[in-house]
């Protein structure tokens, strides 16, 4: 039960219990692994490589170069990386839920007076992972499904 430590991600995932791809080690932490940006939404516009400037008071939305196989067991806490916090950038975050697959998609909002410079491929966000007290009865894709296998940005 509990928060995992970075020795469990390993665990997860040398188990297969849990997959990332891609998979990079270097992106874990203490207690989570960090998330990379693939796509950038703003304004209207997709950038999938480059430094993208958000403009100031400006939403935009974030796809992650990674791919989830949650575990059924556990589900996922997202949390923005402080140094995107530290710029000004708010971001809609919740959980991940048990069963999910896909990429993830996270809606943020640039709320700083200067343009914020994004580079596609910088980590954006964490995901923390917590087992759950007892066994589910159904995974996400039989309750609801709506995101299930997403790729890329997926908006409502």
Known sequence: ?????????????GSRRMDVTP????????NGLDLRISHLLVDGVTHKKGT??????????????????????????????SSYARRG??????KVDAGFHGNLTIGAFHTG?????????????????????SPIQ??????SGNYQNQTGITLG
Request: contains cysteine; hydrophobic residues 45%.
């Open 23 to 30: 998979w990079n080690p270097d992106d874990l932490t203490p």
């Open 113 to 133: 007076a200067e343009p914020l410079q994004v580079p596609v491929g910088d980590r954006f966000c964490q995901i923390v992972m917590e087992n759950l007290q």
């Open 1 to 13: 039960m509990g928060i995992w430590s970075d020795t469990d991600w390993l665990a997860a995932v």
């Open 89 to 94: 950038v708010l971001a809609s975050f919740g």
């Open 52 to 81: 993208v400037e958000v403009p100031p008071m400006t939403r935009f939305v974030v796809g992650t170069v990674e791919t989830m196989r949650m575990p059924t067991d556990a589900v996922g806490s997202l949390w923005i990386r």
């Open 138 to 143: 159904k995974a996400y894709n039989e309750r």
